[in-house]
């Protein structure tokens, strides 16, 4: 198996595990993590799910290069859009996904990272586009994804001279939430926020989650107005009327995800 997969108390646990490959993602990777993002989203006792790689050396350094170098232009094409869709499935998933990036988090690795809500990570991560020196471009969304983060000037100056940064000078661009020593710490940093956000209404953190990732596109406006009807849907559920109730009447809320 190249992705594991487990959850636990509301919390999926996805593991990328070739560590012999760095945790290269090769098609049959790729596969794997779209049916593992499939399954969460079925399973309604999953309220949000961390993301990293086994080993000690790397979350995921890119997509498989072995892989890569056979496939015809055709190939690669269709290649880079499966990549897109399975890594887009977490971005239109309502349950918050949390990248623990331990070691070298490059190209599609790094695609990965970015895909998720939240990207903690371990004092030895390096991150990076190194693509333009395969002569290659990045294909797994990081052209969109890193501009949209941190900015068109920090993603051209990465994208265009392939170097790696580290994890306090991902931090310091606003790529990185938080920087852990260990990969205990941060596996565990991960899980404390997992159980934090569980104890808020899931349809309400899952429309959070709609309007600052589909508003993002959006003119100020249109983002307002469509906060604004999110917000109406859910004022609607049995959720609001428990926790608006809760605190009027001094006792903790009994969320159902109603
Ligand atoms: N693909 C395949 N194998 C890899 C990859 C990779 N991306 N990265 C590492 N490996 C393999 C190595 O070949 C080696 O295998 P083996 O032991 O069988 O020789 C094993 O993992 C261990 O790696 P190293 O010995 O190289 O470990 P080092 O500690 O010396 O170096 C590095 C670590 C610096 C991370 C180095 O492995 C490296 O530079 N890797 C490649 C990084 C890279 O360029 N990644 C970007 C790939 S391109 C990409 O991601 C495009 C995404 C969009 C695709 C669009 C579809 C067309």
Known sequence: MNVLFESKNGTGYLTINRPDKLNALNIDTINELKETFLKVEQDKTIKCV???????????AGADIEYM??????????????????????????????????????????????????????VNAKFGFPEVSLGILPGFG???????LAGKLIAKELIFSAKMIDAAKAKELGIVNEIYQT??????????????????APLAVGFAKRAIVDGFGLSKEDGLRYEASLFGVVFSSVDAKEGLSAFVEKRKPNYTGG
């Open 69 to 122: 170098q056979k496939l015809t232009p055709n190939e690669a094409l269709k290649f880079a859009r499966l990549g897109q869709e399975t890594l887009h499935l977490m971005e239109v998933s309502n349950k918050p996904y949390i990248a623990c990036v331990n070691g070298y988090a490059l190209g599609g690795g790094f695609e990965v990272a970015l895909s998720c809500d939240i990207i903690f990570a371990q």
């Open 142 to 148: 990081g052209t969109q994804n890193l501009s949209r």
């Open 183 to 200: 990969r205990e710490e941060l596996l565990s940093a991960a899980k404390e926020l997992a159980v934090q956000i569980q104890k808020n």
């Open 50 to 60: 961390i993301v990293t790689g086994s080993g000690e050396k790397a979350f995921v």
